[in-house]
């Protein structure tokens, strides 16, 4: 599987920004679908995973509220829209798909197999 991350940039604090992970090789329908992110001198941690109907999400505490994470089978692309930007929310964010198909949602990191390469957000102004 090979996906490919878009939609970073540089906004102001109380913007949005709608990340895409597209899957440019066998499709992900069967896979659970997350995100993660990675800021400067951090861990990697999970924001949100969506399953493979799309029916089950979940979202890390910082996460809730502020983002919503939808897939749309037509297109096999998965999709994050980030509203209430922070600076807190700046870091590179990689999508991933769970390793194996599955029903569920996938919330540990070794559960994915397969990395986007990642997208960088900057909340600043």
């Known amino acids: 599987v090979q996906l490919q991350a878009s939609g970073g940039g540089l906004v102001q604090p109380g913007a949005s920004l709608r990340l895409s992970c597209a899957s440019s090789g066998p499709s992900v329908s069967g896979h659970s679908v997350g995100w993660f992110r990675q800021a400067p001198g951090k861990e990697r941690t999970l924001v949100s995973a969506?399953?493979?109907?799309?029916?089950?999400?979940w979202y890390a505490d910082f996460a809730k509220g502020r983002f919503t994470i939808a897939r749309e089978r037509a297109n096999d692309t998965v999709y994050l829209q980030m509203d209430s930007l922070i600076p807190e929310d700046t870091a590179t964010y990689y999508c991933?798909?769970?390793?194996?198909?599955?029903?569920?949602?996938?919330?540990?990191?070794?559960?994915?197999?397969?990395w986007g390469q990642g997208t960088l957000v900057t909340v600043s102004s």
């Open positions: 991933a798909s769970s390793s194996k198909t599955m029903v569920g949602v996938a919330t540990q990191e070794r559960e994915y197999g397969s």
């Open positions: 969506i399953s493979s109907s799309g029916g089950a999400k």
